[in-house]
């Protein structure tokens, strides 16, 4: 039997999205906004942050606070352990190619 991140991470994140539009989200906030992080709520269910404020340490964990997803802020300080936090850059690839990924995760998925 598969555990619950896998189930989390592959069939429904949240109870607002499922797996496919969870990873496009993820995509669409690295192409655009050049990171994502996504947070596991009190409920075990995989949310992203909106914004957040990260500050860097240099030889222990950073850590996250003012975590907002949609209307609401979290009072708690996250630490960079206890979440997912993905960064990517390529100046080579413009956002255009949005239009690009939903016609590849289909053929993904559907394969």
Do not use: G
């Not at 619950?4 to 069939?11: A, G, K, S």
């Amino acid at each position: 039997m598969k555990d619950e991140m896998y189930y989390r991470l592959n069939v429904r994140p949240n109870p607002n999205m499922s797996a496919s539009q969870f990873w496009q989200t993820v995509v669409h906030k690295l192409i655009y906004d050049n990171e994502c992080k996504i947070i596991q709520a009190d409920s075990e269910d995989l949310l992203f942050a909106d914004s957040f404020s990260r500050i860097e340490y240099a030889l222990v964990n950073d850590s996250f606070k003012d975590v907002t997803i949609k209307d609401y802020t979290f009072s708690r300080t996250f630490q960079m352990s206890d979440v997912i936090y993905l960064e990517y850059s390529n100046k080579k690839l413009s956002p255009c190619w949005m239009v690009c990924i939903p016609i590849v995760w289909n053929y993904l998925v559907e394969s």
